[in-house]
Antibody
Framework: QLQLQESGPGLVNTSATLSLTCTVS??????????WAWIRQPPGKGLEYIGSISNSGSTYDNPSLKSRLIISLHTSKNQFSLKLFGVTAADTAVYYC????????????WGQGTMVTVSS | QSALTQPRSVSGSPGQSVTISCTGTSSNVGGYDYVSWYQQLPGKAPKLMIFDVSERPSGVPDRFSGSKSGNTASLTISGLRAEDEADYYC???????????FGSGTRVTVL
């Protein structure tokens, strides 16, 4: 049973870089059975797909965030990470990491989520 | 603005059935049999309820069922129970450029 856990700062300054890490246990991040995804949810609002990465390092970014986004694999630590540049208050949200399964088409496992507030 | 449109809320009495619609386009829902549904309880992470339009993960009650016709997918909850009260989100694979989109979410209330 896969378990995912997000970690990172809960407060980020406006225009700075938001950096989060997801630690995976119960499975290998190098497995071809999964892609690894980031999802976010602003307070009181719906879910938004941020992007994902395959075990080979190919990335699939939300076009609206692509210019500010880097998702990376860290196979030696069984982790993957998110960097979002030039954040504003609109980036305030609960950020979830998740496993994309099947043909990389459904989110079978989720972390508990971490709240990130962007403020000056 | 979500790519997939869901009703804001639906409600039903215990034991009744409710159906949530999820309308997209031929670029997402209508183009692929990769619609999934997630249940989100207050303050919790979403949980996968249906994948590949109508498949149920192990442990999800068979009261939950999914279907699709054209650009619209549906989630039906039969024999509604108090613990089904939650927000439900649909999602769909949307091709290699957009990749993945979510619906706007539907609040299910058990009367």
């Amino acid at each position: 049973q896969l378990q995912l856990q997000e970690s990172g700062p809960g407060l980020v300054n406006t225009s700075a870089t938001l950096s989060l890490t997801c630690t995976v246990s119960g499975g290998s991040i190098g497995s071809s059975s999964y892609y690894w995804a980031w999802i976010r949810q602003p307070p009181g609002k719906g879910l938004e797909y941020i992007g994902s990465i395959s075990n080979s390092g190919s990335t699939y970014d939300n076009p609206s965030l692509k210019s500010r986004l880097i998702i990376s694999l860290h196979t030696s630590k069984n982790q993957f990470s998110l960097k979002l540049f030039g954040v504003t208050a609109a980036d305030t949200a609960v950020y979830y990491c998740a496993s994309l399964e099947g043909s990389g088409t459904y989110l079978g496992g989720w972390g508990q989520g971490t709240m990130v507030t962007v403020s000056s | 603005q979500s790519a997939l449109t869901q009703p804001r809320s639906v409600s039903g009495s215990p034991g009744q059935s409710v159906t949530i619609s999820c309308t997209g386009t031929s670029s997402n829902v209508g183009g692929y049999d990769y619609v999934s549904w997630y249940q989100q309880l207050p303050g919790k992470a979403p949980k996968l309820m249906i994948f590949d339009v109508s498949e149920r993960p192990s442990g999800v009650p068979d009261r939950f069922s999914g279907s699709k016709s054209g650009n619209t997918a549906s989630l039906t909850i039969s024999g509604l129970r108090a613990e089904d009260e939650a927000d439900y989100y649909c999602s769909s694979y949307a091709g290699t450029y957009t990749y993945y989109v979510f619906g706007s979410g539907t609040r299910v209330t058990v009367l």
